[in-house]
Nanobody, 117 residues
Framework: VQLQASGGGLVQAGGSLRLSCVAS????????MVWHRQAPGKQRERVAS???????NYPDFVKGRFTISRDNAKNTVYLQMNSLKPEDTAVYYC????????????WGQGTLVTVSS
């Protein structure tokens, strides 16, 4: 199983980035997908999730700025990030989850997002 995240980079405050995460080795449409992030010296936090059925959920600190979407035909989940702030600087990780009586969970490598002020 591989989750390959990409799209990170350096952007000025107020700018936008779109992250992508391509999954292989799983039946992608069966999995809920989550984007997390971890800033230096801070705990990892969830920033967006999308269920296998397409329902989305966001914590308050990204609502209205971040949008998660998925393309099951491309085995890809996206995170559109707008109105970026310096505090959004972090390594962003994608995560695939499926409940089959127990939680089956896979993680990708991170992609670094740096927002300059």
């Amino acid at each position: 199983v591989q989750l390959q995240a990409s799209g990170g980079g350096l952007v000025q405050a107020g700018g936008s980035l779109r992250l992508s995460c391509v999954a292989s080795g799983i039946i992608f449409s069966d999995y809920g997908m989550v984007w997390h992030r971890q800033a230096p010296g801070k705990q990892r936090e969830r920033v967006a999730s999308i269920s296998s059925g397409g329902s989305t959920n966001y914590p308050d600190f990204v609502k209205g700025r971040f949008t998660i979407s998925r393309d099951n035909a491309k085995n890809t989940v996206y995170l559109q990030m707008n109105s970026l702030k310096p505090e959004d600087t972090a390594v962003y990780y994608c995560n695939a989850n499926r409940w089959t009586g127990k939680l089956v969970s896979y993680w990708g490598q991170g992609t670094l997002v740096t927002v300059s002020s």
